[in-house]
C-alpha cells in the first residue's frame, strides 16, 4: 500500500504557462547567454543552479570567463516570484487540488517537491492556497537537502519528514526525466510520468519508470487501494 505520494509542482500539479522556460531563458539571455527552447527542456526539473549551470557550460563558442552562476539565478528566481505573484493565468492543474484531497482522504500523506529553492516556492503556494495540514501535508524544495534531482534526497527527507520507512510506499509523480530518476533512485513503487506537462510519453518513455499518465488526475487510482 502507498503511503506517500510526492508530486512535482511546476508542469504536473501547477499550470504556468511554461514560465520556467521563459524566465530561465531571459536570465541567461540578460548574462549573454543564448539557449534554445530544446536545450532549457532538457534541464527541466534539476535544481535551478544546477540547471544554469549546465546551459552555460554546452552552449558554443563558450568564452574565458562565463556567467556567473549566482548571479543568473538570483535573476532567475526574481523574475519567477514576479511572475507567480501577478500573472494571471497562474493555477492548479485541472483537477489537482481534488486529487489532494481524494489522497488525503484515503489516509496517504501528500507532498510536494521542486527543483525551485523556498523563496519561489512559498510565492506560489502563497498564490494557489496551498497550505501544509490543508491542501497538503508538505513540501521540500531543492535548496533544502544536499543533492536535488535526479538524487533521491528529497524523497528521503519526506519520507523522513511523515514517518514513512520504506520506499515501496512511495509513489513519485512528476513530467520530467528528472523526476523519474529521482523516483526510480529513491527506489519508489510507483514511478509515475504525467505527459501533459513540459515533457509527451514519448520524451518520458526511455526513462524509468512503472506508469505513464496524461493527467495527475490519474494518480489516485494507482495509489488508493481500490481505485
Given at each position: 500500500?502507498?503511503?506517500?505520494?510526492?508530486?512535482?509542482?511546476?508542469?504536473?500539479?501547477?499550470?504556468?504557462?511554461?514560465?520556467?522556460?521563459?524566465?530561465?531563458?531571459?536570465?541567461?539571455?540578460?548574462?549573454?547567454?543564448?539557449?534554445?527552447?530544446?536545450?532549457?527542456?532538457?534541464?527541466?526539473?534539476?535544481?535551478?543552479?544546477?540547471?544554469?549551470?549546465?546551459?552555460?557550460?554546452?552552449?558554443?563558442?563558450?568564452?574565458?570567463?562565463?556567467?556567473?552562476?549566482?548571479?543568473?539565478?538570483?535573476?532567475?528566481?526574481?523574475?519567477?516570484?514576479?511572475?507567480?505573484?501577478?500573472?494571471?493565468?497562474?493555477?492548479?492543474?485541472?483537477?489537482?487540488?481534488?486529487?489532494?484531497?481524494?489522497?488525503?482522504?484515503?489516509?496517504?500523506?501528500?507532498?510536494?517537491?521542486?527543483?525551485?529553492?523556498?523563496?519561489?516556492?512559498?510565492?506560489?503556494?502563497?498564490?494557489?492556497?496551498?497550505?501544509?495540514?490543508?491542501?497538503?501535508?508538505?513540501?521540500?524544495?531543492?535548496?533544502?537537502v544536499s543533492r536535488g534531482r535526479p538524487y533521491p534526497d528529497m524523497i528521503h527527507a519526506l519520507m523522513q519528514r511523515?514517518?514513512?520507512?520504506?520506499?515501496?510506499?512511495?509513489?513519485?509523480?512528476?513530467?520530467?526525466?528528472?523526476?523519474?530518476?529521482?523516483?526510480?533512485?529513491?527506489?519508489?513503487?510507483?514511478?509515475?510520468?504525467?505527459?501533459s506537462g513540459t515533457h509527451t510519453a514519448i520524451q518520458l518513455a526511455p526513462h524509468a519508470h512503472t506508469h505513464l499518465v496524461e493527467s495527475v488526475r490519474d494518480v489516485p487510482a494507482l495509489c488508493i487501494p481500490g481505485g
Amino acid at each position: 500500500m502507498i503511503e506517500l505520494v510526492v508530486l512535482d509542482i511546476a508542469g504536473t500539479t501547477v499550470c504556468d504557462e511554461d514560465a520556467v522556460a521563459t524566465c530561465l531563458g531571459a536570465a541567461l539571455s540578460g548574462a549573454g547567454v543564448d539557449v534554445s527552447p530544446a536545450a532549457i527542456n532538457a534541464v527541466m526539473g534539476l535544481p535551478k543552479p544546477e540547471a544554469i549551470r549546465r546551459l552555460i557550460a554546452a552552449r558554443p563558442g563558450a568564452p574565458d570567463c562565463p556567467p556567473d552562476v549566482d548571479a543568473v539565478h538570483g535573476d532567475f528566481v526574481a523574475r519567477m516570484i514576479e511572475h507567480y505573484r501577478t500573472a494571471p493565468q497562474i493555477a492548479p492543474v485541472d483537477g489537482a487540488t481534488a486529487v489532494f484531497r481524494r489522497l488525503r482522504a484515503a489516509g496517504l500523506r501528500v507532498a510536494l517537491n521542486t527543483g525551485f529553492n523556498r523563496v519561489i516556492t512559498a510565492a506560489l503556494l502563497d498564490r494557489l492556497n496551498w497550505r501544509d495540514g490543508d491542501a497538503i501535508d508538505t513540501s521540500i524544495c531543492s535548496d533544502e537537502v544536499s543533492r536535488g534531482r535526479p538524487y533521491p534526497d528529497m524523497i528521503h527527507a519526506l519520507m523522513q519528514r511523515c514517518g514513512v520507512r520504506a520506499a515501496e510506499r512511495v509513489a513519485k509523480v512528476g513530467d520530467t526525466p528528472a523526476d523519474l530518476g529521482e523516483g526510480t533512485a529513491a527506489g519508489c513503487r510507483l514511478v509515475i510520468g504525467v505527459t501533459s506537462g513540459t515533457h509527451t510519453a514519448i520524451q518520458l518513455a526511455p526513462h524509468a519508470h512503472t506508469h505513464l499518465v496524461e493527467s495527475v488526475r490519474d494518480v489516485p487510482a494507482l495509489c488508493i487501494p481500490g481505485g
